[in-house]
């Protein structure tokens, strides 16, 4: 249930479920942004759910944070439409020419890279939400030895591909991008597709994530 | 073929198609993007007796370089812009705010903008233009909307589906104001910060950085610090958020953001300065001003009365 409402700017709901991050508190915020997206309320223009949060925007010249508060304390929001959850393998290279942050990695969770390799890959991940950048998935939850806090400042671009860790997360870079994950490996499949307007996004919430890895040579001839 | 086109025979740095933008798309990780100062693409568009959601040009510092085939169309530069019209007798120089005929042969020339960042170049027409979720914007970025989601590059022709039958020659007097206030309402988390530095915040002046385009301002100045985490758990934002990551320096979400940041919010830009804000160029100084939910909602209202009213004059 949303624990808290309040504004974020002058043109958006700040919907708080808790700050913990589970399956149960995603799901919640999962039912709310079904339940509110398919009602279509005048003015509400955008929904952003998230690990444990729900962003609400509105269009200020059609309504405000009054109406939007009142809409959403009143609603009755049903049990999600039952998504057909995917199960994807995403192939991922792991040579020194993409794991840009291996190092750091090594330095703040004091492992080798192998180790780091062992505990991240084969395993599987579930898929939180999309967004920051189109299509990139929120992963979770890695191992607690493998939790790395964000670069202290953003790198301005990080490669498309990018496979990073932050926390208890991985995501993938859909395309380049500013970003401050730990970059660790990089996946030569598309994971974001514009062209397919009705489904973008390879991986949505609620799918399982794999990474196997592929060697520099599988890497170069993935795509031909 | 089309029998009215436009041959760029210069890009500009950052020049693109945009029209209002796309909405319901943030849960996929897709922002709004659309014309970055509003109130100047709409009056663009009235200028040339376009419907207001129309396509125009969008530059950013240089425009483009322009020649024009066709039958005679009308166009419109808003914003504050240096540019030139060359005709078969003449070259003259451009007014913002004026809507001009050209016809086969003319060129437009967008010099720069002038300490500013952004203008709008509206042809009195249709754009044939390929849209992504209604709507051609081009988000460089991610590759979406219209020209493949690339900015314009040199040698291309664009062509026009229609010529507006109105060619009425509009013109207003508007001027860009500057204010030296950013307005802001606080951020969900403001309380991270240390009281120090949410007196820097509101007291201090930042410069915009060079690292600055239609995604995110940067800003440099004193560092603000965080004493509760410098990391949130991801979540949505929104365009106008101050994010302050861990070294201290803001930056704050444009059109084009990303849809899902983990830095702390210290503050989100109030609606009615958005498009004063994106018109500060590298170098300028900003200050924040916090002022309270109910004010910013009925600023942005005599904001958009005035735009409204602005229109409705052209």
Redesign the interface.
């Known amino acids: 249930m949303i624990k808290n409402i309040s504004n974020l700017g002058d043109a958006a709901l700040y919907c708080d479920f808790g700050n913990e991050v589970n399956k149960s508190i995603n799901s919640q915020v999962i039912k709310y942004f079904n339940t509110i997206k398919e009602k279509k309320f005048e003015g509400i223009n955008n929904l952003t759910p998230s690990y444990n949060k729900l962003i609400i925007s509105y269009d200020l010249k059609k309504t405000n944070f009054k109406e939007v508060k009142n809409y959403v304390e009143n609603i009755n929001a049903k049990d999600s439409i039952n998504i057909n959850s995917k199960k994807l393998e995403i192939p991922v290279c792991c040579h020194e020419n993409f794991s840009m942050d291996i190092k750091r990695l090594e330095e703040i969770l004091k492992l080798s890279r192998e180790k780091i390799l062992e505990n991240f890959l084969n395993k599987e991940y579930f898929c939180y939400m999309t967004g920051f950048i189109a299509g990139m998935p929120f992963l979770g939850d890695l191992d607690e030895n493998m939790r790395a806090q964000r670069l202290e400042t953003p790198r301005v671009k990080v490669p498309k591909g990018s496979v990073a860790l932050t926390e208890q997360f991985a995501n993938i870079y859909t395309f380049e991008s500013p970003g401050g994950w730990n970059i660790l490996g990089n996946t030569p499949l598309d994971v974001f597709d514009s062209s397919k307007e009705d489904k973008p996004n390879l991986i949505n919430p609620g799918d399982t994530v794999i990474f196997k890895e592929i060697t520099l040579d599988q890497y170069k001839n993935y795509n031909e | 073929m089309s029998s009215n086109y436009l041959d760029i025979i210069r890009p500009g740095i950052n020049t693109t198609f945009q029209d209002k933008g796309r ?8 922002p ?1 993007s659309g014309a970055m100062d509003n109130r100047n693409y709409l009056i663009a568009n009235k200028l040339v007796n376009n419907n207001l959601d129309s396509a125009v040009i969008e530059f950013a510092y240089q425009g483009p370089h322009i020649k024009y085939s066709g039958e005679k169309i009308n166009f419109a530069v808003a914003g504050d812009v240096i540019f030139s019209i060359k005709k078969k007798d003449a070259e003259i120089e451009g007014k913002c705010y004026e809507s001009y005929q050209i016809e086969n042969g003319d060129e437009i020339n967008i010099i720069s903008t002038n300490k500013s960042v952004y203008g709008y170049l509206a042809l009195g027409g249709e754009l044939d233009l390929e849209f ?2 209604n709507s051609c914007s081009i988000n460089t ?4 909307g219209s020209n493949d ?1 690339k900015k314009l590059d040199a040698g291309q022709r664009v062509n026009l589906k229609k010529i507006n039958s109105n060619k009425d020659i509009k013109k207003t007097n508007y001027i860009n104001t500057k204010i030296e206030n950013i307005r802001v ?1 606080k ?2 988390n403001f309380e991270y910060f240390s009281e120090e530095g949410k007196k820097i915040f509101y007291e201090k002046e930042f410069t915009v950085s060079k ?1 600055s385009d239609r ?2 301002m940067r800003l440099e100045g004193p560092k603000i610090n965080n004493i509760v985490n ?2 949130i ?6 365009k ?2 101050i994010q302050v ?3 201290g ?1 803001p930056i704050i979400m444009l059109s084009d953001h ?6 702390p ?1 210290i503050g ?4 009615v300065d958005y498009d004063r804000l994106v018109q500060m160029s590298p170098g300028s100084k900003i200050k924040f001003k916090e002022i309270n ?1 109910s004010d ?2 009925t600023l ?1 209202k005599l904001y ?1 009365m005035e735009t409204q009213n602005l229109l409705s004059q052209i």
């Not at chain 2, 758990?233 to 929104?238: A, D, Q, T």
């Not at chain 2, 990303?258 to 830095?263: P, V």
């Not at chain 2, 989100?268 to 609606?271: D, E, I, L, N, R």
Request: proline share 2%.
């Open positions: 909405d319901h798309l943030y849960h996929i990780g897709i709004f992504q979720w970025k991610a590759n979406i989601g309402i951020g969900t690292l995604m995110g410098t990391n758990k991801s979540e949505g934002l929104i106008g958020v990551p861990a070294d320096n990303g849809t899902i940041g983990g830095y919010k989100v830009v109030a609606s939910l910013a909602e942005f958009e």
